[in-house]
């Protein structure tokens, strides 16, 4: 008896690790290594199904962290505030537009992006705090960090149409419109994107030097 109890569960261990495959991916420009480049895959056999999650994106230090976030259509967001003065969330990008006025702490009611697209977030007190997030319409995707590189897990085989987007990239919607075909088997599949950056003025601000002394007030300065 015992011995086909562990049949079964080798066979089910098996058929697990065949169902949950891996696509790895890295993004490049020309001096290497891209951060902060979205990687995402669409099943070619139709659209997957969205179970609704829930994601952090938080303030801290007066900034936006994580600096780029991917998730799918459907998601909640929470948008605490760490530091000890208030912040004006907002967005006046197409697929979200909101505000959370001026608030500390946990108060600033969640919201749900219900529609696919880039969203980038500022803050109306302090200009360099912007953030960007990529709402998709598939589960499956993941961010590169400082070697450009990401790992999408959890993939169930098959193919799929595999893209990049960076909020700074070039050529954003040829990008979109020609798709890498990847089939995703057991075997790790491995994609790679080059890219090129448009100036970091367009999608990134330095947070000034003084930025802790001059700001520290309830006031938000
Ligand atoms: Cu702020």
Redesign the pocket.
Known sequence: MWHKVLAGLLASGLAFAAEAAELRGVVRDNDGGVRDAVIHATPLAGAPALDPIRAVID?VE?LYTPFVSAFAVGTTVNFPNNDNIK??LYSVSKAKRFERPLYTGQKAAPVLFDKAGEVTLG?N??DW?IAHILVLNTPYAAITDGDGRAVIAGLPPGDYAVRVWHPGMKGKSKARKNPRKVTVSAAPSEVEFKIRLRPKIKWWRAKPTNADREYNSEAGG
């Open positions: 303030q007066k912040h004006h803050c007190i302090h705090m």
